[in-house]
């Protein structure tokens, strides 16, 4: 044990209640899951109802359902972890035997936990514990012999959620009267309570492992996935799945996410292709395009064909193209009914991460991750060029304003001021951008920035953003680049889709803007609403603030 062997108040870093004869208790040997390990819990609102700084264990009271729902992720071999900020503590409302009897009574109640993570701090101590500082994350990870990324975290407020998102863990907001709307319209993964935030850890967890191998192998696999470079590389971990279970793997790609094609780990041979059906801005349906494309795809000898779609978009028209190409076996995501267009036609529920809902296909295919792979974004490592060398050391921050969709792009003005903020703060900022940015990326640098403005291709791109220390950007594919390098990401969000799905996955990160805006799920391309307010109400010292939060240090001077 390591708590009573300091004075609490003197430290900055979080209490650590981990009996060594705990770790590795009770686990049998399993298949390492493929998304979590371990499940981090709030105590009050979340576990337990909440009485402001008990002290009492007699005021224990389990959240209806707890204890059902612990065992239930104990039975499926998780491992748990309280994470709790108890200010009370620094402002001496009980003491620590106090709060180490009401812990006894909740497992008295809930049963054993793995580790408990206490911040005893008040917000005024700045420690590196008391959430949303992902300190007690990072923290409870380690007891539990794992990573951030590997945890996911269940809490009733948004500083909980905060927490895991800055470490690069999932978050749950499990909502009571006290939660603030703007907190759960900022989270997410929202579940109605404790049980069914359990449920669908679950169904996630169970959802990416295939229940039946294909029944016959796999020589040669088809994967499908059209539109941008951002839903290209969130594609990343599905089709190295798929890789994984077939000899040959053939992307199928549009032109828009070639570039990001060519950055996959587990790609063969890839075909570029416009799909009339997917393109935001399509052009008309060519028959004799279309004739060529399904001789094309006959000639490949596809084994089986899985075609991967974001929420939005329908596989069937590719599907029927497949069909009278020869191709035997499809799989796909889709709502619409698909006749015998499919032979394995998944469902998916909204929400789901994009890589996850996509993992979820594959696993439906008889398709998963081998061991050792963890389900995150990643890219070919000799794909990507070596970092021009006149940018300096690494640690530099890099700032990409522009998107595809002007909807999800950082206002150039609230960008500029952004590079002025970050430069006072001591940061070497580089502004990115595409060539068709150059005159945004110019005027932003000029507050005191590098403008790398069409200077790199994607490839390229990837590499400046791999030394960066973190990288502000909003959604769009940089996002995607920085979480593939697991660059930490303060993502200025436009909550145009839904942020469970889209937000940078499995990195750390924090999220920026106004997620109740009038834009939420409309899916614009560009912003319905005058002065695009989700993001341009965003205070550049919310930025200097959230690379403190990710551990991101300027150059000094501070
Ligand atoms: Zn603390």
Known sequence: MRQDQEDPYQRRSAQVYAAADRAGSGSVARPRPILYDAVLLDRDGTLIEDVPYNGDPEKVRPVPGARAALDRLRAAGLRLAVVTNQSGLARGYFTG?????????????????????????????????????????????????????????????????????????????????VTRPEEIAAAGWVAADLPAAVAEILRRQQAVQPS?????????????????????????????????GAERVVLLCGPRGRAAANLLPGVDEIIEHPLPWIDPTPGPVDPEAVRSLTARLGAVGVDQAVVFTSFHQSALPLALLLRMAGIGRIAAISDDYPGSLLDIRHRVPV?????????????????????????????????????????????????????????????????????????????????????????????VAAAGG???????????????????????????????????????VVSLFAPTVPFGQWGPYRVPTVRLGDAAAPCRDTRAASCPVP?????????????VDALRTLAVGGGGGR
Not at 139 to 163: F, K, M, P, Y
Not at 531 to 543: A, F, N, Q, R, Y
């Open 97 to 177: 035997e106090q709060m180490r009897a009401v812990h006894a009574r909740v497992e008295e109640l809930l049963g054993r936990f793995d580790a408990w993570l206490v911040c005893p701090h008040d917000d005024a101590d700045g420690c590196d514990c008391r959430k949303p500082a992902p300190g007690l994350v990072h923290a409870a990870a380690r007891e539990l012999g794992t990573t951030a990324s590997r945890c996911v975290l269940v809490g009733d407020i948004g500083r909980d959620v905060a927490a895991a998102l800055a470490a690069g863990a999932a978050g749950v907001l499990v909502p009571t009267p």
């Open 351 to 443: 929400g789901v991460p994009e890589p996850e809902r996509a993992l979820s296909l594959a696993a439906a295919a008889g398709h998963r991750l081998p061991d050792g792979d963890e389900p995150v974004l990643r890219l070919r490592r000799n794909a990507v060029p070596p970092r021009p060398a006149d940018l300096g050391d690494p640690g530099y921050v890099v700032l990409h304003p522009g998107s595809a969709a002007s909807s999800r792009a950082c206002p150039p003005e609230l960008a500029t001021r952004i590079v002025g903020a970050l430069t006072d703060a001591g940061h070497r900022v580089f502004v990115t951008g595409g060539p068709d940015e150059r005159a945004v990326t110019a005027g």
């Open 450 to 488: 590098t403008d790398l403005g069409g200077r790199t291709d994607l490839a390229g791109l990837a590499a400046i953003v791999a030394d960066a220390g973190a990288v502000v950007v909003g959604n769009t594919g940089p996002a995607h680049l920085a979480a593939a390098a697991g660059v930490p």
């Open 531 to 543: 002065g695009h307010p989700c993001l341009s109400g965003i205070d550049p010292d919310e930025v």
């Open 212 to 244: 039946d191998l294909p029944t016959e192998p796999v020589r040669t696999a088809l994967v499908v996935r059209s539109d941008s470079a951002g839903d290209v590389l969130v594609t990343g971990p599905a089709i190295r799945a798929v890789a994984a």
